[in-house]
């Protein structure tokens, strides 16, 4: 499935030898790298900076990154990251005083802009961004950590957002991050989401090629449901 983007979250990866973790998930078929990006003070954790992204292009990385922001004030950060070669830049809204300009500078800046809403936080603000968005970011878990267990009611806000998308004449990437595995992701598939974040699912397995193919496998299962 073409359509269907699986993103590891390299949170969930051997630190101590990262370079190599993200090489063999792109050879074991991931579509992109998920980069989680926290200050300590916008989530209770601390993880991985620009200074990484930079060393994985210079490593010869050339897959889409998707960096995922959580970290309060965003702007530096955008500027940052666009200069070391990211792909996607998401942030979460509450933590930019002036929302609309953040997306702006990341447009301009030659990256495609997001946003994340967290598992409490209304979609409100889409009715005047949707303008600037090129992806939107569904967390089905609270932000700060892997390894935690997806929320399904989330199901329903991707729903409601999967229609605001059709209802747009936008191309918009849906994309959930949080406690996807193989035993939810063709209800994700089938609730409306084009692009997965797994972290411990894949991370956390012996063979990486072996989840993707499963993932995939249970994705197209999700397509035939529709
Ligand atoms: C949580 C992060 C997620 C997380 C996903 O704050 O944004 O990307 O690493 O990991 P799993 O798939 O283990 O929930
Ligand atoms: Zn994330």
Not at 148 to 175: A, C, M, W, Y
Request: aromatic share 6%.
């Amino acid at each position: 499935m073409d359509r269907y983007i699986i993103a590891p979250s390299i949170l969930a990866a051997d630190f101590s030898c990262l370079g190599a973790e993200v090489k063999s998930v792109l050879s074991a078929g991931a579509d992109v790298i998920h980069f989680d990006v926290m200050d300590n003070h916008y989530v209770p954790n601390l993880s991985i900076g620009p200074m990484v992204c930079e060393a994985l292009r210079k490593a010869g990385v050339t897959a889409p990154i998707d960096v995922h922001l959580m970290v309060r004030p965003v702007d530096e950060m955008i500027r940052m990251f666009a200069d070391v070669g990211a792909t996607y830049i998401s942030f979460h809204p509450e933590a930019s005083d002036h929302v609309d300009r953040s997306l702006q500078l990341i447009n301009e800046l030659g990256c495609k802009a997001g946003l994340v809403f967290n598992p409490g936080s209304s979609l409100e603000i889409l009715d005047w961004l949707l303008d600037r968005l090129d992806i939107i970011v569904l967390m089905s878990v609270n932000p700060g950590f892997s390894g935690q267990r997806f929320l399904t009611h989330i199901l329903n806000k991707i729903r409601l957002v999967r229609d605001l998308i059709n209802s747009s004449d936008r191309d918009i990437l849906l994309e959930v991050d949080g406690g996807i595995c193989l035993e939810n992701i063709a209800d994700v598939a089938a609730a409306g989401a084009d692009m997965f974040v797994a972290g411990s699912a894949i991370f956390g397995s012996q063979d990486y090629s072996e989840v993707i193919l499963q993932m995939r496998a249970a994705l197209e299962q999700a397509v035939r449901l529709k």
